[in-house]
Antibody, heavy 121, light 109 residues
Framework: DVQLVESGGGLVQPGGSLRLSCAAS????????MNWVRQAPGKGLECISY????????YYADSVKGRFTISRDNAKNSLYLQMNSLRAEDTAVYYC??????????????WGKGTTVTVSS | EIVLTQSPGTLSLSPGERATLSCRAS???????LAWYQQKPGQAPRLLIY???NRATGIPDRFSGSGSGTDFTLTISRLEPEDFAVYYC??????????FGPGTKVDIK
């Protein structure tokens, strides 16, 4: 089965740091680009980061640029999100998702179940 | 930056009825870049439609997508009990950071 499993969420104080992980299985992880998407409580979806299959191309949403770092370890079939200088507005469920772009179509076809990050004192 | 607007915010319908959800873009969007997702409470989003009108693997044919330019539509021909959820449209812009509409909630009347 194709699967993504996030971990590493929790309660952190404002200004603190957290590292999220996403373990991939059931597909050739190194062949796919990946995204992180978050959802604040009761709110919609926000795509915050992208990394290419080899890790050489990276993008961030303005809301996290300079504070979050996306990375991956293809040998470990894992995606990461290092979150620093956390703010209350970063409180959300964080999903990793597989990015697809076959034949000029663009979408995310596989999602993890998410991990919850709460930033509060 | 292209902004997506979805309407209505909430759609109250009964099982068996037809649902028509709208997604409007602030500028023209390539149909190839437009997708729809379904999200149920406590669950991750699920891809329904990509390329504005192509059903994803395993999606029932009661779901269909259409549209072009700035106006796109997701139609559920006959609502099943499991279809009551929130639906998001998504577009791909100038970078691989996708943007989403605010969502339409389809709830039971």
């Amino acid at each position: 089965d194709v699967q993504l499993v996030e971990s590493g969420g929790g309660l952190v104080q404002p200004g603190g740091s957290l590292r999220l992980s996403c373990a991939a299985s059931g597909f050739t992880f190194s062949g796919y680009n990946m995204n992180w998407v978050r959802q604040a409580p009761g709110k919609g979806l926000e795509c915050i980061s992208y990394i290419s299959s080899g890790g050489s191309t990276i993008y961030y949403a303005d809301s996290v640029k300079g504070r979050f770092t996306i990375s991956r370890d293809n040998a470990k079939n894992s995606l990461y999100l290092q979150m620093n200088s956390l703010r209350a507005e970063d409180t959300a469920v964080y999903y990793c998702a597989r990015h697809r772009s076959p034949q000029n179509y663009y979408y995310m076809d596989v999602w993890g179940k998410g991990t919850t990050v709460t930033v509060s004192s | 930056e292209i902004v997506l607007t979805q309407s209505p915010g909430t759609l109250s319908l009964s099982p068996g009825e037809r649902a028509t959800l709208s997604c409007r873009a602030s500028q023209s969007v390539s149909s190839s870049y437009l997708a729809w997702y379904q999200q149920k409470p406590g669950q991750a989003p699920r891809l329904l439609i990509y390329g504005a009108s192509n059903r994803a693997t395993g999606i029932p044919d009661r779901f269909s997508g259409s549209g072009s330019g700035t106006d796109f539509t997701l139609t559920i021909s006959r609502l099943e009990p499991e279809d009551f959820a929130v639906y998001y449209c998504q577009q791909y812009g100038s970078s691989p950071i996708f943007t989403f509409g605010p969502g339409t909630k389809v709830d039971i009347k």
